[in-house]
């Protein structure tokens, strides 16, 4: 499945900022869907995750309680919405696709087999 990420900016810390995930190709409701972040010289984090099929949700303890992330059957999209912005969330914000399959561990970033190009989120204090 082919994804476009969108929403990013540039903000000031304590705002808030929705990221949207589209889907083109095939349905999202035949994936699991992740976004994940990546800081200059850091690793690739993740942020949060979402069975498309009954809509459990999964977070990092550094976002729980700031971001939502949510679905919309209709429009094959994924949303990443950010309240509450700190400083420390300033990365490139991707989104992810996995195959439903048997397993599925929403924080690896290695189990997911689909990619969007990436939006960048600047938070300045």
């Known amino acids: 499945v082919q994804l476009q990420a969108s929403g990013g900016g540039s903000v000031q810390a304590g705002v808030s900022l929705r990221l949207s995930c589209t889907a083109s190709g095939r349905t999202l409701s035949r994936y699991y869907m992740g976004w994940f972040r990546q800081a200059p010289g850091k690793e690739r984090e993740f942020v949060a995750a979402?069975?498309?099929?009954?809509?459990?949700?999964y977070y990092a303890d550094s976002v729980k309680g700031r971001f939502t992330i949510s679905r919309d059957n209709a429009k094959n999209t994924v949303y990443l919405q950010m309240n509450s912005l700190k400083p420390e969330d300033t990365a490139v914000y991707y989104c992810a696709a996995r195959s439903l399959g048997s397993t599925w561990t929403p924080s690896n970033h290695y189990e997911y087999d689909d990619w969007g190009q990436g939006t960048q989120v600047t938070v300045s204090s």
């Open positions: 979402i069975r498309w099929s009954g809509g459990t949700t």
